[in-house]
């Protein structure tokens, strides 16, 4: 169990470091301080060859190539200070109103134009003798239009039991909406196909009901018997076929409160790679890619794209802010923002 600090890059005179989180499994995972955000997951097989599992750059520079600046997939950061879509880039709270950055049409998306995935954390304690990062960012009242002073920390931890744990912890001087998660896309077969033939479960019987422009109506649907119904193992690329579209949906954990539970597994057939997702939040937008540019490549050659990487986003409602009783949506003054979730795999 090592982890490993190294210089990535410099942004407007501020370094960038990497930390290479390493078990006794052989899985390493790679995480900049630039957007808290997972660069790297090199995970082993049934045949035991590492293989690369996530979507990301080996160096600092691809973050900021015109093709990825274009697409913005937000691969592997640490979207907030409200991840998702907030209906018509506004809400009221508290009597006021507040306006905020209209990023994908006249909805705002994940925080805004330098959400907190744009930003260098600061990191406050690394450690040697295990395989943890833990990460720091002051947030500065009205920054991308969010009232409050919010501190925010997330640390990284990666297990011998192949568990990379994340936990989230927040406090702010102001009530604010919060959420935030990580925007990691998956693929477990190594990305020596897309990921249609792999199988996925999903432990929800309702999902959000979305309008036109992608923004939650605060509305909910029951799926059971529906194409969409996933508690029942599905392989994604039949999934597809059926409801002609790739995922995009955000499903809701009945009667989970805000327990740390297991709610989602995804498995890839070759390799042998299964994804295991628990979580404390109350719901998650499992998504397919079905936006990535073609155009998005690792520099070793590994290709991105459409439908070539699947999301697991835990986090709050989206819209949260304009949703009537959005469980635990606004951050308030006194309060504390706890939230885990725990990717484990398995081969």
């Known amino acids: 169990m090592t982890t ?3 210089d990535f890059g410099e942004l407007e005179g501020n370094a960038v470091k990497l930390f290479t989180l390493q078990n006794d499994n052989g899985v390493i995972v790679k995480i900049s301080n630039y957007g808290a955000t997972i660069t790297s997951i090199m995970m082993p097989q049934k045949n035991g060859e ?3 599992v996530v979507c990301g750059f080996d160096t600092f520079q691809s973050y900021f190539s015109d093709a990825y600046q274009a697409n913005a997939p937000y691969f592997g950061g640490t979207v907030g200070r409200y991840c998702s879509l907030i209906k018509d880039a506004k809400f009221t709270l508290n009597g006021q109103n507040f306006e905020l950055e209209k990023i994908v049409g ?10 907190f995935d744009k ?3 600061n990191v406050k304690s690394l450690s040697n003798d295990i395989s943890k990062v833990e990460m720091e960012l002051e947030s500065k009242a009205l920054e991308e239009g969010f009232p409050g002073n919010v501190k925010v920390r997330v640390s990284f931890l990666l297990t011998n039991d192949n568990e990379i744990r994340i936990d989230y912890h927040a406090i702010t001087d102001a009530d604010t909406p919060f959420t935030i998660t990580n925007h990691s896309y998956f693929n477990l077969s190594g990305f020596k196909a897309n990921i249609e033939n792999h199988s996925v479960q999903v432990l929800s019987d309702k999902k959000q009901l979305w309008d036109e422009t992608g ?3 605060g509305k909910n649907a029951f799926i059971e018997n529906q194409v969409d119904d996933l508690r029942e193992v599905k392989t994604i690329g039949n999934v597809h076929r059926a409801m002609g579209d790739g995922f995009e949906h955000y499903y809701l954990f009945k009667n989970k409160g805000f327990k740390l539970e297991k709610v989602a597994e995804i498995n890839e057939p070759n390799s042998g790679r299964s994804l295991l997702v628990s979580t404390t939040e109350p719901g998650m937008l499992f998504y397919t890619g079905k936006y990535t540019s073609d155009e998005l490549q690792r520099e070793s050659g590994e290709k991105y794209g459409k439908y070539r990487g ?3 986003e835990a986090h709050r409602y989206p819209n949260g802010p304009n949703i009537p009783n959005s469980p635990k949506s606004i951050l308030k003054k006194g309060e504390t923002y706890d939230s885990t979730t725990i990717f484990k795999f398995e081969w």
Do not use: R
């Open 4 to 6: 490993l600090e190294s």
């Open 50 to 52: 590492p293989e690369e």
């Open 106 to 115: 006249d909805n705002n998306l994940h925080g805004g134009k330098v959400g």
């Open 119 to 121: 930003k260098i954390w």
């Open 215 to 217: 923004a939650a109506t």
């Open 310 to 312: 699947f999301c697991c």
